[in-house]
Nanobody
Framework: QVQLVESGGGLVQPGGSLRLSCAAS????????MGWYRQAPGKQRELVAT???????NYADSVKGRFTISRDNAKITVYLQMNSLKPEDTAVYYC??????????WGQGTQVTVSS
């Protein structure tokens, strides 16, 4: 059983910053990919950023230069530092953990609202 617990969402003004965290627990392989996806109202869930257990990162073009993903392998925790937030970043942000054997897990989601 794998659990992902997210924290750090909230309301922020345009241009502001937020930091999301996601802690994983359970039967987790040392080699894995953790990441963040988001879903805005009326839209499909989309990739924000991912990071492998080796530290290789991947970002959506829309967040490059503004968001930074990082992880602490000892704590099995992934972070998303979001700077220069825009209203279009408003969405529910979901933590994701992928392992071999098509093991794919999601957190419950955390709301990020960017508004003045």
């Amino acid at each position: 059983q794998v659990q992902l617990v997210e924290s750090g969402g909230g309301l922020v003004q345009p241009g502001g910053s937020l930091r999301l965290s996601c802690a994983a627990s359970g039967s987790i392989f040392s080699i894995n990919t953790m990441g963040w996806y988001r879903q805005a109202p009326g839209k499909q869930r989309e990739l924000v950023a991912t990071i492998t257990s080796f530290g290789v990162t991947n970002y959506a073009d829309s967040v490059k230069g503004r968001f930074t993903i990082s992880r602490d392998n000892a704590k099995i925790t992934v972070y998303l530092q979001m700077n220069s937030l825009k209203p279009e970043d408003t969405a529910v942000y979901y933590c994701n953990l992928r392992m071999s054997g098509n093991r794919n897990y999601w957190g419950q989601g955390t709301q990020v609202t960017v508004s003045s």
